[in-house]
Nanobody, 122 residues
Framework: QVQTVESGGGLVQPGGSLRLSCTGS????IGWFRQAPGKEREGVAC????????YYIDSVKGRFTISRDGAKSTVYLQMNNLKPEDTAIYYC???????????????????WGQGTNVTVSS
């Protein structure tokens, strides 16, 4: 079973940027998810296996960018203009990435890794 590994988290001030990496992604459909303290895990963004579908939840549109480097078997999540509400543990997983009428459906298929902690605070 493919095991993805997340990295790149850290502490950043509001308005700052981070780039998360998800290694071991291969050429599969990958989703980024996050779980904030006291909240359920939610899907944030996904990229289809042929990079033909990309989806973001509304709260990160225009600030986050998902991309893939196939040669490195890595999917990135570039996060700009970070806000305190982005604070969470971020996970990546093999997932569905279906967009129907502008609504995205991200369902994790792979196993969960350790995640990478993102804290946005002044």
């Amino acid at each position: 079973q493919v095991q993805t590994v997340e990295s790149g988290g850290g502490l950043v001030q509001p308005g700052g940027s981070l780039r998360l990496s998800c290694t071991g992604s291969g050429f599969t459909s990958i989703g980024w998810f996050r779980q904030a303290p006291g909240k359920e895990r939610e899907g944030v963004a996904c990229i289809g296996r042929s990079d033909d579908r990309i989806y973001y939840i509304d709260s990160v549109k225009g600030r986050f960018t998902i991309s893939r480097d196939g040669a490195k078997s890595t999917v990135y999540l570039q996060m700009n203009n970070l806000k305190p509400e982005d604070t969470a543990i971020y996970y990546c997983s093999i997932s569905t990435c279906t967009v129907i009428s502008g609504i995205g459906y991200l369902d994790p298929i792979g196993s969960w890794g350790q995640g990478t902690n993102v804290t946005v605070s002044s």
